[in-house]
């Protein structure tokens, strides 16, 4: 007997949109509806942080002007706890780049206006790309996308080379462990690059530098005197 296998029914994505403007998050609320997102809607920003951290949803549609608490607040909130897809909307198309600039780890930028139908794309297509961040440990601020190489640090991206990558990927799920150079070369290059262990000192140095930027005060890196590195989680 030939059994035609059906597709199991998705889950409904959940879409919060936090807009004060209620005509604004009316229209939201029905067009993200009929793409057939279940939407969930704040109008404050002081409550979104919690709201987000209780009920996980699918993606984060915020407004950059709120009572309460403003977008870009809201967004370091989130960013502390969660990598859940962002996409930051602005009144100005002149403060994008800004937006861009400040690296708060929104993930898209829209401006108003905007066509509805356009922002249930641009949600369509970042719940696409899928970006599967797992942390590196339990209760790590290091969280991974293994697929797209790419690394957050408490929810801020970190622009990386693939080397830096590996090797952060490499200290990161081994807390504690203390790494050989001669080890951690192993990590970051599959072939027999000619490199000395002085080239480990020089990505250690980039990843501190990319790390306390995009992170202030963050530290991670721990040098061993004579032998080599090794990752220490915060307290
Ligand atoms: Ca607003």
Redesign the pocket.
């Known amino acids: 007997m030939v059994q035609t296998a059906t597709p199991p029914a998705e889950r409904p994505r959940t879409i919060l949109v936090v ?3 209620p005509s ?1 998050a009316a229209l939201l609320r029905e067009t993200l509806g009929d793409a057939g997102f279940r939407v969930a809607l704040l109008d404050d920003g002081s409550e979104v942080a919690d709201w987000v951290r209780a009920h996980g949803p699918d993606a984060v549609l915020l ?5 309460g608490k403003d ?1 870009l607040a809201v967004c370091h909130e989130i960013r502390a706890f969660s990598t859940v897809p962002l996409i930051m ?1 602005t ?1 100005r198309i002149e403060e994008m780049d800004r937006l861009r600039g400040l690296e708060i780890g929104a993930d898209d930028y829209i401006c108003k206006p905007f066509v509805p139908k356009e922002v249930a794309a641009r949600v369509r297509a970042l719940l696409r790309r899928s970006i599967e961040w797992r942390d590196a440990q339990p209760g790590s601020p290091l969280s991974l996308d293994e697929a797209g190489m790419a690394a957050r640090w408490n929810g801020v991206r970190l622009d990386l080379t693939p080397v830096e990558f590996r090797l952060l990927r490499a200290l990161g799920q081994r807390p504690g462990r203390v790494f050989s150079r001669a080890q951690l070369l192993d990590a970051i290059y599959s072939d027999d690059h000619v490199v000395n262990d002085r080239t480990v000192d020089s990505h250690i140095k980039n990843l501190r530098r990319k790390i306390a930027e995009a992170c202030p005060g963050a530290d991670p890196l721990t040098s061993i005197y004579g032998v080599g590195y090794k990752f220490v989680l915060p307290d």
Not at 63 to 67: F, I, K, Q, S, V
């Open positions: 807009e004060d403007e604004l407004d950059l002007g709120l009572p977008g909307v009144g």
